[in-house]
T-cell receptor, first 112, second 114 residues
């Protein structure tokens, strides 16, 4: 039962570019929408998260855009750097069940 | 935020043996912890929810007798892969269930069964 679909599967961007990763979810019963960054051989780390009553949230070079009516949210990385090369996962969270459900992941490569 | 220590980071074991993975909450009393499994280039799949002082709750399709979870204290949850087989080789990750916002993950354990 796939509740969140993430795209693209992989993405290559030149340094300074703005990679955009998209996620779509299937129902509206979620409390917040986080993005995680994972480097090879490491556990994921929370990057930024948004609640459904907010349309955009920015933290440093990372921005989440949230479209509740379309059931979509996306991650934008401004002024991308080679150090941003990692796998990014969107997730959906429902407080009652206390569970995170992850998207399929996007392998991002930032070329120097 | 909360800090999670997962150990070991890598383990190689022989087929048929059991392996224990520890997940410690260093600065947070965790009544709930979660165990995930991740195959190469794939997403994280929730295996089970570990509840302090009670039985773990397993996701559909996860063999509870194969993956034993113990959460005897507020700072420690363990996952034991019993009678391991090569198909159990994977990356196992724990996380704290810290009131929903900002889940903290361990650094993961790479299990290789030979």
């Amino acid at each position: 039962q796939q509740q969140v679909k993430q795209s693209p599967q992989s993405l290559i961007v030149q340094k300074g570019g703005i990679p955009i990763i998209n996620c779509a979810y299937e129902n509206t019963a979620f409390d917040y929408f986080p993005w995680y960054q994972q480097f090879p051989g490491k556990g994921p780390a929370l990057l930024i998260a948004i609640r459904p009553d907010v349309s955009e949230k920015k933290e440093g070079r990372f921005t989440i855009s949230f479209n509740k009516s379309a059931k979509q949210f996306s991650l934008h990385i401004m002024d991308s750097q080679p150090g941003d090369s990692a796998t990014y996962f969107c997730a959906i969270f429902k407080g009652g069940a206390q569970k995170l459900v992850f998207g399929q992941g996007t392998r991002l490569t930032i070329n120097p | 935020g909360a800090v999670v220590s997962q150990h070991p980071s890598r383990v190689i074991c022989k087929s048929g043996t059991s392996v224990k993975i520890e997940c410690r909450s260093l600065d947070f009393q965790a009544t709930t912890m979660f165990w995930y499994r991740q195959f190469p280039k794939k997403s994280l799949m929730l295996m089970a929810t570990s509840n302090e002082g009670s039985k773990a709750t397993y996701e559909q399709g996860v063999e509870k007798d194969k993956f034993l979870i113990n959460h005897a204290s507020l700072t420690l949850s363990t996952l034991t892969v019993t009678s391991a087989h090569p198909e159990d080789s994977s990356f196992y990750i724990c996380s704290l269930g810290a009131s929903g916002y900002g889940y903290t993950f361990g650094s993961g354990t790479r299990l290789t069964v030979v």
